[in-house]
T-cell receptor, first 112, second 112 residues
Framework: QKEVEQDPGPLSVPEGAIVSLNCTYSNSAFQYFMWYRQYSRKGPELLMYTYSSGNKEDGRFTAQVDKSSKYISLFIRDSQPSDSATYLC????????????FGKGTHLIIQP | DTAVSQTPKYLVTQMGNDKSIKCEQN?????MYWYKQDSKKFLKIMFS???????INETVPNRFSPKSPDKAHLNLHINSLELGDSAVYFC???????????FGPGTRLTVT
């Protein structure tokens, strides 16, 4: 079983739609759950993070974590063409100078 | 002001050569990282380093070595380049061992 599973897409939706992006993971040591956004030919940038199960909202973005099911989601409301990017789920165990464990990323296209 | 910068942006070289990629961060962070993003966009940690320890991902060949002249710099040296080394290499930094990592723009390495 892979440590992180994420559907690579591409996922194409019309402007204004609600987008749902998801990842599953298997490592129970993960304590921080993040979503990074990566535009073409750019480095990833942190979009949202959560520490515990539940929801966290930031503007049009909502991150959801279900630790019992090892499942995280990112919802984007009122999607805009500028949201077109690759969204990577990322996980951090919090021990030592560890790096992040990333999903493969979902390529999202918002059609104007 | 660029927070994390990398040079060069593009690097094309032949098999067997030795090359270096430079990374600098002006965020005052004490932990830096190198990630590799392969052709399938999978982003994977290679090294994490602070002034106390270097943590190496066990899958990284010993042809790769990080060198840190000071806290603001973490360069990546690659010896005897192989075709499979072709990828985009990202430098990142954080304050302490942290989920909030700031990424550079990437260096696209092509080995011919």
């Amino acid at each position: 079983q892979k440590e992180v599973e994420q559907d690579p897409g591409p996922l194409s939706v019309p402007e204004g739609a609600i987008v749902s992006l998801n990842c599953t993971y298997s490592n129970s040591a993960f304590q921080y759950f993040m979503w990074y956004r990566q535009y073409s030919r750019k480095g990833p940038e942190l979009l949202m993070y959560t520490y515990s199960s539940g929801n966290k909202e930031d503007g049009r973005f909502t991150a959801q974590v279900d630790k019992s099911s090892k499942y995280i989601s990112l919802f984007i409301r009122d999607s805009q063409p500028s949201d077109s990017a690759t969204y990577l789920c990322a996980f951090y165990s919090g021990g030592g100078a560890d790096g992040l464990t990333f999903g493969k990323g979902t390529h999202l296209i918002i059609q104007p | 002001d660029t927070a994390v910068s990398q040079t060069p942006k593009y690097l094309v070289t032949q098999m067997g050569n030795d090359k270096s990629i430079k990374c600098e961060q002006n965020l005052g962070h004490d932990t830096m990282y190198w990630y590799k993003q392969d052709s399938k966009k999978f982003l994977k940690i290679m090294f994490s380093y602070n002034n106390k320890e270097l943590i190496i991902n066990e899958t990284v060949p010993n042809r790769f070595s990080p060198k840190s002249p000071d806290k603001a710099h973490l360069n990546l040296h690659i010896n005897s380049l192989e075709l499979g080394d072709s990828a985009v290499y990202f430098c990142a930094s954080s304050q302490g061992s942290n989920y909030e990592q700031y990424f550079g723009p990437g260096t696209r390495l092509t080995v011919t």
